[in-house]
């Protein structure tokens, strides 16, 4: 695990990914590029889930704020993935993991159980996301293409997240 | 103690959650004109929603009070109705007197015993409301007892189902007169006993109170008459259903018979002279 000051660190910069990514990678309407649900995923789990929740609402905020999206849409979409962390890491991997506060990587959790975990926030993060900014007016078809092609390319960019804060870590 | 703090800490997190949902909503709808018209009709839905159920379970609860002024606004219109029938009635048969005169409380029951056959009830009027003892409880669907004592507060009434009590009933407007009483058994039977052999029967008839009695007026309907059978070859007994089932009636009226003293001094005068005369 790294330290708190390496994770701030790259949680900050991650940020300013996502946000250069909603500012200038705009390449089709149906594909939506975050990296968010992968962030509060990677949280450490000794952060309580109050504190978790507010941090991906104010990290939503930010990325609404200084991104060219509507206020309050990630922040919306973020606040549930960060409530559900918990209990999915310790369905995913083992209560023990949530117990211990300990840490979990692609080769040390393998890939299978890591995927499971990023494409489930991904997905919830995305449900929450595009029916919001669909408001009701886009047809069904619209979205559920939108669903998946962003849940492909999200759910990838959520697994290089998690092996970005937890690289070389081993069983 | 540790599965409490569990319980608290997941409210406390439904609670932030919901808050701080709230708020990205709340931001989100200024910032799109099409989100903003989408939440707001969401809200307008739970709103919809939330009111209703609460009108609802206001309406539910608020149903006895609508009860209570729905009785009393029916006395009232029972009474108008009553005085205008006896006003046509003083008009069309000028010469005929109207005999027996009562007075009307509207009660409420609040004590019921059922499953006896000994059963009584208690009425929200007593004594401070000009109840005695000795008055008559009806409905306008039948004869509910009398009442045998008053507190200040309550009467106490010996029902009409009780192996003891008996009315006096007529089949039809003018037809024969004979003692109506519980059958014993269920909360809408009665038997009309004594009704002379001569008399012709048939079912469905309407038996209304006979109006001999110091307790109840005349004319009020109480049921309709089933089978019948003949007794010691000369009356017959008649299986009478009754209006009103006895063990569900809520609100009743108190009939008091201003002329009871007067009747009995009479009657007790008459018997005094049958005695100088032996």
Request: hydrophobic share 45%.
């Amino acid at each position: 695990m790294r330290t708190n000051g390496n994770f701030i660190l790259l949680y900050v910069l991650l940020t300013i990914a996502q946000l250069i990514f909603c500012n200038y990678l705009n390449m089709s309407q149906f594909v939506i590029f975050t990296l968010l649900p992968g962030l509060i995923l990677c949280m450490p789990l000794g952060v309580n889930t109050i504190f978790c929740m507010l941090i991906a609402f104010v990290t939503g905020l930010t990325v609404d704020w200084l991104g060219d999206g509507l206020i309050g849409l990630n922040a919306l979409a973020l606040v549930p993935v960060a409530l559900l962390r918990k209990p999915l890491v310790s369905s995913i991997f083992g209560h023990d993991m949530v117990e211990r506060q300990g840490s979990f990587s692609i080769y040390k959790n393998g890939l299978f159980d890591c995927a499971g975990a990023t494409v489930i926030v991904t997905c919830l993060f995305l449900l929450v996301y595009i029916i919001a900014d669909g408001a009701g007016t886009r047809p069904f078809w619209f979205n559920l293409v939108r669903f998946l092609c962003s849940g492909i390319v999200s759910s990838i960019l959520c697994l290089i997240v998690l092996n970005v804060f937890n690289p070389r870590e081993r069983r | 103690m540790a599965k409490r703090t569990s319980i608290w800490t997941i409210l406390l997190n439904a609670a932030i959650f919901i808050a701080l949902e709230i708020a990205a909503l709340a931001m989100l709808r200024h910032s799109g004109e099409v989100q903003g018209a989408w939440i707001s009709q969401g809200v307008d839905g739970f709103n919809a929603s939330v009111w209703g159920t609460k009108e609802r379970i206001g309406g539910y609860f608020g149903l006895r009070k609508q009860n209570d002024s729905l009785a009393n606004e029916n006395f009232r219109l029972h009474q108008l109705l009553l005085r205008h029938g006896l006003e046509e009635k003083a008009a069309s048969e000028e010469d005929m007197r109207i005999v027996g005169s009562f007075h009307y409380t509207p009660a409420t029951v609040v004590r019921h015993s059922s499953n006896s056959q000994h059963n009584v009830l208690i009425l929200d009027k007593g004594s401070m409301d000009d109840v005695i003892a000795g008055s008559g409880v009806v409905t306008a669907q039948g004869v509910i007892g009398s009442i045998d004592a008053v507190s200040e507060h309550y009467a106490h009434v010996i029902s009409f189902r009780n192996t003891g009590t008996v009315v006096s009933a007529r089949i039809g407007r003018e037809g024969a007169v004979g003692p109506l009483r519980w059958d014993g058994i269920t909360s809408d039977g009665a038997i009309l006993e004594e009704i002379p052999f001569r008399e012709g029967l048939e079912p469905g008839d309407t038996v209304y109170t006979s109006g001999y009695s110091e307790l109840y007026p005349a004319d009020i309907p109480i049921g309709i008459t089933g089978k019948s059978k003949v007794v010691n070859g000369a009356t017959f007994s008649i299986k009478v259903k009754l209006f009103e089932d006895l063990s569900k009636v809520r609100y009743v009226t108190i009939t008091a018979n201003n002329d009871k003293m007067e009747i009995r001094n009479l009657l007790n005068e008459s018997a005094a002279e049958d005695e100088n005369q032996r």
